[in-house]
């Protein structure tokens, strides 16, 4: 058994976690099979865009553009694992190990680790992704062989010593609150101060910037600059619109705790959360709404594209609300309706709507249980 | 080790963060064999210097000395000289109190966790809880595992910041006795901060007061001698004469 502190307590937790998913039986093997089908259904879809990239006279298709989609996914890429470095290093600072004697540079280079493996995976992963897409289209296409070099260059980035450093600066905390919170507090009362701790749509755009460059790749050569300009918008209104979910679920696992003795019916509770989510959901539905526009889709697809994009929000604010008892349920049960629509849309597209419906109604009754 | 021997010295200690100044021109020791208490209203900057002498925050100014060994200069044996019980929020859900017990055996370069601790575990009720998940127990029961993290190994200096929160009687009897037989068996010094001032007279050797970063007052073992024979109510009244008093 190995003595390093920090692997020891990885590998035990590791182990717990198996055996948790062992003792659930069936749910494991179904979650995995639901992700493996999302992954069939996105790399599928992207194979349309994929084979438009790589054609013949496509710009992105010629060596230096190439070149310099590689070095950005590799610069990407970096950037990502070097985040979730300084992330892990900035958590051990004042964890439970923090004051036991063990060496920093120890705590550092196990730290190195963990995210040079995690690392390693999402490169092998896109990898794999981008091995499969180039044997569906030309296998020596500049611009898969360019991304490969850039995946493999980042791989081996991730070895060198240097990597993650400098650290960035982390400063340990002094109660003082966040400005732009602490004005819209103000404005607030009561239970819709629940909702306004959802952290602030602002600080979360920069994480925007690497699937937004993703997105620019995948655009079509010779498109239209504003429909360039309208499909990132409408992928923005997406991307914040599923990290507006999984903020609200951090909210409610961390409200969970303080408020479950309160007198609050889950109506009330809802409530609390209701006008920063409609507030959010609206941005979100205007952002997708001019995305739709300057795209260049018609009236009518524009409005279609809003009314699923605040239905999506609806039901995954109500699954999250459903589950804030045990937040594990969430991924299980959007797995399950995601499967449940998406498969009526391929075998009775005409009962995907309803049976959507009626699955939000199955959430709004689950949302407005207990909750014990 | 000599009963007057300091083993843990902070000489002028200041720290800053960002800038707002926490602590300032702190001079206290730990003597060998007693209980110190760190007393003082919140926000006095109690958690800081506890961080600070196990090294987790740099000071400004100062010096910090575990058993002889500045803290700056060679962290890890000063922190091997130290046994620490981490808030029980932070321990890990995922893992069983046994697991984190190996854990920290194992960062003290033990190969198992030693008999003692699992008898201690026994005596605080925490045995029945050991193969279970951190984040199904209890507070009182993640307090039990976070204090038997800070006694593993038998460390020299014992940081226990408020340990009795959620320990019900029997424990907090067992752990009272336990940190009173290690001081006097093996000249442990015990440094406790805690807001529970009636469990003060019995258990406390020394007290030091914090307010607004700096040292406010000093009790030694004359004066708990007599609070223990005369008054119980009389420390809990001079904790509040000298905050009250202009500093």
Sequence with gaps: MSLDPDSLAARLSFANRVALWRVRGAEGPFLILVAASVLVLVLLSLEAPWMALVSAQAAW????????????????????????????????????????????????????????????????????????LLGRSDPSAPLGLG???????????????????????????????????????????????????IAPVALRVPRLAWPLGTGLLLMPVGARPLAVLGFLVLLAALLLSSDLIAALRRRLAGDRGWLAALPLTPHR??????????????????????????????????????????????????????????????????????????????????????????????SWRRAMATGR | MNASTPVLKVSDLAVHLGSVVVLAGIDFELPAGAITGLIGPNGSGKTTLIRAL?????????????????????????????????????????????????????????????????????????????????GSCSLGTRQKFAILMALLGRP????????????????????????????????????????????????????????????????????FAAWRHGDPAAFERAVVAALRADP
């Design chain 1, 61 to 132: 298709n010629q060596p230096p553009a190439a070149a310099l989609a590689g070095a950005a996914l590799a610069f990407a890429l970096w950037w990502h694992g070097r985040a979730a470095l300084q992330q892990i290093l900035a958590a051990r600072r004042s964890d439970w190990l923090a004051a036991l004697p063990i060496a920093t540079a120890r705590r550092e280079a196990q730290a190195r680790r963990v995210a040079w493996r995690g690392l390693l995976l999402r490169v092998v992963l896109l990898m794999l992704a981008l091995a499969w």
């Design chain 1, 147 to 197: 991304l490969l070099a850039g995946c493999a260059a980042t791989a081996l980035l991730g070895l060198w010593p240097g990597f993650g450093h400098p650290a960035l600066p982390t400063r340990d905390p002094v109660s003082v609150p966040i400005p732009s919170l602490r004005e819209r507090r103000a404005k607030a009362t009561g239970l819709a101060l629940l909702g306004v701790a």
């Design chain 1, 269 to 362: 509770l809802l409530g609390g959360y209701a006008p920063t989510l409609w507030r959010a959901g609206l941005v979100r539905a205007l952002l997708a709404a001019i995305g739709a526009h300057l795209v260049g889709a018609p009236a009518l697809w524009v409005l279609a594209i809003v009314v699923v994009l605040a239905l999506l929000l609806l039901h995954g604010a109500l699954l999250a609300f459903a589950a804030r008892a045990r937040p594990a349920r969430f991924p299980l049960w959007t797995s399950l309706h995601l499967v449940i629509v998406l498969g009526a849309l391929q075998v009775l597209p005409p009962l995907a709507p309803l049976l959507w419906l009626a699955l939000l109604g199955w």
């Design chain 2, 54 to 134: 196990l090294g987790l925050v740099a000071p400004v100014r100062g010096q910090i000395r575990v058993a002889g060994i500045d803290l700056s200069r060679d962290p890890l044996a000063a922190r091997a000289q130290l046994g620490y019980a981490p808030d029980p929020a932070v321990l890990p859900g995922d893992l069983s109190g046994r697991q984190v017990l190996e854990v920290t055996a194992a960062a003290r370069g033990l190969a198992a966790v030693p008999d003692d601790v699992l008898a201690l575990a026994g005596r605080l009720g925490a045995a029945r809880w050991l193969d279970a998940a951190l």
């Design chain 2, 156 to 223: 020299p200096v014992l940081v226990l910041d408020e340990v009795m929160n959620g320990l019900d009687p029997i424990s907090a009897h067992e752990l009272k006795a336990e940190l009173r037989a290690r001081c006097r068996e093996e000249g442990v010094a015990v440094l406790l901060t805690t807001h529970g001032l009636e469990i003060a007279p019995t258990l406390l050797d020394h007290a030091v007061l914090l307010a607004e970063g700096r040292i406010r007052h000093r009790w030694g073992p004359a004066d």
